[in-house]
């Protein structure tokens, strides 16, 4: 399969900046969708933002004009640049992206969540 690896994560000031980076790895033919995803204490997982192998974004409402991902179609890697931070943002940050791998001698479509990284910012 396609495992994901978050980075980056850990407790910020509000007003301030984390990056969170995603690397994927293994026998990867094509990524599709990269993105990020959170989940608050009791909430439900939630749409951060997402960008295209083509490098079209989406961001969730609550993140536009403070949040900004980025790809490194070379390295299989995506960042999350999370500026003027607030409490609100606090959460478990989760990678995904789907494309296709290599399996069993044939390509084979996957879609991969990574484990998560902590995002806290006191209020």
């Known amino acids: 399969q396609v495992q994901l690896v978050e980075s980056g994560g850990g407790l910020v000031q509000p007003g301030g900046s984390l990056r969170l980076s995603c690397a994927a790895s293994?026998?990867?033919?094509?990524?599709?969708?990269m993105g990020w995803y959170r989940q608050a204490p009791g909430k439900q997982r939630e749409l951060v933002a997402t960008?295209?192998?083509?490098?079209?974004?989406n961001y969730a409402d609550s993140v536009k004009g403070r949040f900004t991902i980025s790809r490194d179609n070379a390295k299989n890697t995506v960042y999350l640049q999370m500026d003027s931070l607030k409490s609100e943002d606090t959460a478990v940050y989760y990678c995904?992206?789907?494309?296709?791998?290599?399996?069993?001698?044939?390509?084979?479509?996957?879609?991969?969540w990574g484990r998560g990284t902590q995002v806290t910012v006191p209020s």
């Open positions: 995904y992206a789907d494309g296709y791998y290599k399996h069993n001698e044939r390509w084979a479509e996957f879609d991969s």
């Open positions: 293994g026998s990867i033919f094509s990524i599709f969708a």
């Open positions: 960008i295209t192998s083509g490098g079209n974004r």
